[in-house]
């Protein structure tokens, strides 16, 4: 699933949306998830849409114990307050290593 994913800021803050449009390739209709909407804890549907990844991604990070995730029975679930954190996380550790890298140089 690829999406496109824009944010604007307005007076209480940053609202991010996410608009699918793999979903409804052939149609005129859009799909709109709201940020602002996402429940605290997400089921494997929910996660990978507000990650912008498929479920079969999520899957596999979540047995390579890559991402922060817990079972509730037979479910995996995530938290999004720990979801945000870890990918503000991984944003540093890319950032810092995109830094540390020394550059070529021109021959």
């Known amino acids: 699933m690829h999406q496109r994913i ?18 409804f390739k052939g149609t005129k209709s859009r799909k709109v998830i709201n940020m602002t909407e996402t429940r605290e804890v997400m089921d494997i549907r929910e996660a990978s849409e507000y ?4 479920r079969e991604t999520l899957y596999k ?4 114990e890559t991402i922060p995730a817990f079972k509730l029975g037979n479910r995996w679930k995530f938290k999004k307050t720990v979801l945000d954190r870890w990918m503000e996380k991984q944003s540093a550790q890319f950032e810092q290593r995109a830094t540390r890298r020394p550059r070529a140089t021109a021959r």
């Open 6 to 23: 824009s944010a604007f800021s307005t007076d209480v803050g940053t609202s991010f949306h996410f608009l699918d449009l793999d979903s």
């Open 51 to 54: 990650l912008g990844v498929s």
């Open 61 to 64: 990070y979540v047995y390579e």
